[in-house]
């Protein structure tokens, strides 16, 4: 018979983790996990019946997409056993993680129950740290290789999260990647939009629940210099102020809009004068 599956995230630090998390952590027959600090690695390995790091599986020179069909199969075939299994990634399990999907995916189709749950990812620790709303101005998020790959037409007046820049064109694992060159290609594709001197931010949430974030700013022009390891994200906040649409305000029937501007007008312009000021 059929086990069960339970994808959850650990959220950047220990302190993050949910209670709905801990709890199947406790009580799955088995948990797999690919975590990257060890406060919430011990936590794992003393609550959990039984407790595997997939993280070994990364193999220098090794495409990606191989480690991540070997995780989705350990935890698959755990399942198919009969176990009732956690897999455990950092962050949201369902942000910026291939096996996390493919498990739930291929489960289902083959009449295990499985769910994911939700955790706290690097984005929402992202959002606290630099303290703006998302809501205000808008905030595009891509993967450095996906918007090189597939250009998209950046919007300026807006948050740009950029994850993974420290594996920019990496397919394949490699522990001590040299990347400058291929961040020299993100730079030149960034600075199709924004002026050379617009601020960007190399962006790392503290892992552990005391402690700073690391937030270094250098400006797009000198992107190649930034310091990148694995759990860099690069963050650009709103550079130009954003048009607004009479037309559809007057459409909509909210008028006010125009004269006391209090929506997206103005948090735009206080947060590109704020953030993007020479
Ligand atoms: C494979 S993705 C995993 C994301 C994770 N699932 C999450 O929800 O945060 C790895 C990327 O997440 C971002 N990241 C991971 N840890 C981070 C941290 N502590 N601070 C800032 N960004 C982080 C970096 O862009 C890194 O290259």
Redesign the pocket.
């Known amino acids: 018979m059929n086990g069960s599956i339970i994808v959850a995230?650990s959220g950047?630090t220990l302190g993050q983790m949910t209670m709905e998390t801990q709890n199947y952590i406790k009580t799955a027959d088995v948990v797999y996990y690919v975590l990257?600090d060890i406060v919430t690695e011990s936590w794992v390995t003393e609550n959990a019946r039984i407790a595997h790091s997939m993280k070994e599986y990364y193999e220098e020179g090794v495409g990606r997409i191989h480690t991540y069909i070997k995780m989705a199969n350990t935890v698959l075939d755990a399942a198919r056993q009969g176990h009732n299994v956690c897999a455990l990634?950092?962050?949201?399990?369902g942000?910026?993680?291939t096996p996390s999907h493919e498990i739930v995916r291929i489960a289902r189709a083959e009449g295990i129950p499985a769910r994911m749950l939700a955790?706290v990812?690097?984005?929402d620790?992202?959002v606290a740290d630099f303290g703006f709303d998302p809501g205000k101005t808008g905030c595009a998020a891509y993967e450095a290789t996906q918007l090189l790959a597939y250009p998209k037409k950046l919007d300026t007046a807006a948050w740009l999260i950029i994850?993974?820049?420290?594996?920019t064109g990496d397919v394949a694992y490699t522990k001590n990647r040299q990347y400058a060159q291929k961040v020299q290609i993100l730079r030149d594709y960034l600075l199709k939009f924004y002026l050379p001197d617009t601020k960007a931010a190399v962006?790392?949430?503290n892992?552990y629940s005391i402690g700073a974030p690391k937030i270094e700013w250098k400006m797009i022009k000198d992107l190649c210099d930034f310091e990148l390891s694995?759990?860099?994200?690069l963050v650009i906040p709103p550079a130009t102020k954003a048009e607004m649409d009479l037309e559809n305000v007057y459409a909509l029937g909210i008028p006010e809009v125009v004269s006391n501007r209090h929506t997206s007008d103005y948090s735009t312009e206080s947060e590109a004068a704020e953030w993007n000021t020479p």
């Not at 990634?89 to 399990?93: A, R, S």
């Not at 994850?163 to 594996?167: G, I, K, L, R, Y």
């Not at 694995?230 to 994200?233: E, H, K, L, N, V």
């Open positions: 995230g950047i990257t990634f950092y962050g949201h399990p942000i910026f993680v955790g990812s690097a984005e620790c992202l994850w993974q820049p420290e594996a962006y790392e949430a892992t694995g759990i860099s994200t």
